[in-house]
């Protein structure tokens, strides 16, 4: 009898351990798909900058390395080894702005969307504000009058405010199309529009490197440049063809219309719908959707 209870004994240590060792093999999956989630969005952004040759280098700098402690070459190994120490400061201090851009693209996940509370009033000045947009964008449109609007959402763009010349204006459809004329002190930059008011005007943007199409003209490539270190939305009218343009996340985003334009505003920028007494209501889920679809389908 006594075998029997250690027999029994041992088996339910047995089958506690088997279930503490499944926990740690769940744990363990979890961690390796984890680095693999990691890894996947770190050699998608190696591939997408100029850092993609800076890792070539490293491996190869890696293999020298190798190379040199398996043949024991006392000297060269030394000097890697120092190489390595230090080369990370270089690379942190080369790479500043590649390593800006993927730290701000995490502050931008939709894993941050959790922690933002929409605001009604907010949403109010972007609804008063979007008519007068597409009517100015339409307007400069057909006159073929050059125009870089610049909507911020969540990040600031301070650094092209200080520059700039403040305005803090009600958005109104002449006051758009009179920074812009030609001859207007005004129309040489972009307009800064934030939390619905006409913020800015004269701001200059960094331009894209990354840009493929070479017939694209400064305003195009400045519009591009500020929708990689942001996640603003930049309205862009050309000069030469009048056709418009929207720049978000890197990506550009040809000839909508005016009703186009206000379609695309209304589903990015407002929070609430209006029911049919006029109140605000939360949107039950996210649009963002059929305008960009159009359009990159066109």
Same mark, same amino acid.
């Given at each position: 009898?006594?075998?029997?209870?250690?027999?029994?004994?041992?088996?339910?240590?047995?089958?506690?351990?088997?279930?503490?060792?499944?926990?740690?093999?769940?744990?363990?999956?979890?961690?390796?798909?984890?680095?693999?989630?990691?890894?996947?969005?770190?050699?998608?952004?190696?591939?997408?900058?100029?850092?993609?040759?800076?890792?070539?280098?490293?491996?190869?700098?890696?293999?020298?390395?190798?190379?040199?402690?398996?043949?024991?070459?006392?000297?060269?190994?030394?000097?890697?080894?120092?190489?390595?120490?230090?080369?990370?400061?270089?690379?942190?201090?080369?790479?500043?702005?590649?390593?800006?851009?993927?730290?701000?693209?995490?502050?931008?996940?939709?894993?941050?969307?959790?922690?933002?509370?929409?605001?009604?009033?907010?949403?109010?000045?972007?609804?008063?504000?979007?008519?007068?947009?597409? +009517?100015?964008?339409?307007?400069? /449109?057909?006159?073929?009058? $050059?125009? %870089? @609007?610049?909507?911020?959402? !969540?990040?600031? =763009?301070?650094?092209?405010?200080?520059?700039?010349?403040?305005?803090?204006?009600?958005?109104?459809?002449?006051?758009?199309?009179?920074?812009?004329?030609?001859?207007?002190?005004?129309?040489?930059?972009?307009?800064?529009?934030?939390?619905?008011?006409?913020?800015?005007?004269?701001?200059?943007?960094?331009?894209?490197?990354?840009?493929?199409?070479?017939?694209?003209?400064?305003?195009?490539?400045?519009?591009?440049?500020?929708?990689?270190?942001?996640?603003?939305?930049?309205?862009?009218?050309? +000069?030469?063809?009048?056709?418009? /343009?929207?720049?978000?996340? $890197?990506? %550009? @985003?040809?000839?909508?219309? !005016?009703?186009? =334009?206000?379609?695309?505003?209304?589903?990015?920028?407002?929070?609430?719908?209006?029911?049919?007494?006029?109140?605000?209501?939360?949107?039950?889920?996210?649009?963002?959707?059929?305008?960009?679809?159009?359009?990159?389908?066109?």
């Amino acid at each position: 009898m006594q075998d029997f209870f250690i027999a029994v004994g041992d088996f339910f240590s047995s089958l506690f351990n088997d279930l503490i060792n499944f926990d740690r093999w769940y744990l363990d999956l979890i961690d390796i798909a984890l680095v693999a989630v990691i890894l996947y969005f770190a050699i998608k952004f190696v591939r997408e900058t100029r850092a993609a040759q800076l890792v070539k280098g490293i491996i190869l700098f890696l293999v020298f390395y190798l190379f040199a402690i398996v043949f024991d070459l006392t000297t060269i190994s030394f000097i890697l080894q120092y190489v390595f120490q230090y080369g990370l400061v270089a690379i942190a201090l080369i790479f500043q702005p590649e390593i800006r851009r993927a730290l701000e693209k995490v502050g931008r996940s939709q894993i941050s969307h959790i922690f933002k509370q929409p605001s009604k009033d907010t949403d109010s000045k972007w609804r008063y504000s979007i008519d007068p947009i597409c +009517e100015a964008c339409y307007r400069l /449109s057909c006159d073929k009058t $050059g125009a %870089l @609007i610049v909507i911020e959402r !969540k990040t600031r =763009l301070g650094e092209s405010v200080e520059r700039a010349v403040v305005i803090d204006s009600i958005p109104s459809v002449s006051l758009i199309t009179n920074i812009f004329f030609t001859n207007s002190p005004l129309h040489d930059g972009g307009l800064i529009i934030r939390d619905g008011r006409l913020y800015a005007a004269s701001c200059f943007f960094q331009p894209s490197d990354k840009v493929e199409n070479i017939s694209l003209g400064s305003r195009h490539r400045a519009a591009l440049g500020v929708s990689e270190v942001s996640d603003a939305i930049v309205i862009v009218v050309s +000069e030469e063809t009048g056709i418009i /343009s929207i720049a978000t996340d $890197g990506k %550009l @985003i040809r000839n909508f219309t !005016k009703e186009t =334009l206000k379609e695309y505003l209304n589903e990015n920028l407002l929070d609430f719908d209006l029911d049919e007494n006029g109140n605000q209501v939360q949107k039950k889920q996210s649009k963002i959707k059929s305008v960009l679809g159009r359009r990159n389908a066109k």
